[in-house]
């Protein structure tokens, strides 16, 4: 093998002593109103710490969108109004972001965008590509704007990236020390089984929940104890765990077992299904994104 072959590839290899998996070096957290930042960045930041990771704060100013087809005529202080309203909530925005990184080692960056479409998702899934991790928010009618309505499920489809979503007024520990991923034979939720290794700790436990229509020998569980094994070669604590469901649904489960493993964050994949099947029959992915009471990682 030439001289400059054996380089490239030495160049790509893990450094001696380090763990041999990927960490996080940027972590997008989109901030979308004053009532949820702080939420956010008590997630995001102790996040940013652990991995020493770039923490950018994104929040988008909304586009005022005039209709050709409507003969409207927008008065100068109407439009001088919204767009005083939108720097102001966006500057309050700001100082709560500022405030829980000034005094951080970690890199910090703070952008605000222009939505210059009809929803502000378009600019966070732009954001969120050249990103290892997306945190974002529930969803709150009563506090979201109508564009930023729905954001959380748009960005987890079109995006790439794992998506952390937040319930509203969380206040708990940080997440990667006691994780639960909820395991099935799909290529999301190997994704997610992936993805799970960016956000876990040194040495955190991870506990593999397989929610099953009939109870099975766990030692028969070929595909899971691959995925154990994967686990520890990266150094992590694993457990293998079957649960029959009970009817209540996938996403009521995982909550209930989650609270009861003392889990700091629930991983999955997201949106196995069509979008029109979705909508009809509702999934795990929606009534989670709705109900959860701990932070999810989706990955789809």
Known sequence: M?????????GLLPKEGSEGRMTLKTILVCLTTVE?????????VPLARRHNAHLLGLHTLEALLVY????????????????????EEAAQIEAIFSKHTKNE???SEWRLLKAESATASDRMVDCA?????????????????YDQRRAQ??????????????????????VGDNILLGWSNTREAARAAHDLTLVAGQGAKVTVLRVIDRIMDELSDAEAIDL?????RHGLKVELQHRENGGDGIAALLGRYAFEKGSDLIVTGAFGHSRAYDFVLGATSHALLRDARLPVMFSK
């Not at 030439?2 to 030495?10: E, K, L, M, S, Y």
């Not at 050709?68 to 720097?87: G, K, L, N, W």
Request: aromatic letters at 8%; one cysteine or more.
């Open 153 to 174: 499920s748009l960005v987890i489809r079109d995006s790439g990236r794992p998506v952390i979503v937040v319930p509203t007024g969380y206040d708990g520990p940080p």
């Open 68 to 87: 050709p087809s409507i003969a409207m005529h927008i008065p100068e202080p109407a439009f001088i109004e919204f767009t005083t309203s939108q720097r």
């Open 2 to 10: 030439a001289d400059w072959a054996n380089i490239a590839i030495q």
């Open 36 to 44: 949820h930042a702080a939420t956010l960045l008590k997630l995001a």
């Open 105 to 107: 080692d970690f890199p």
């Open 228 to 232: 154990a094994a994967m686990y520890d």
């Open 129 to 145: 590509r050249a990103c290892d991790l997306v945190i974002m928010g529930q969803e709150d009618r009563d506090a979201d704007r």
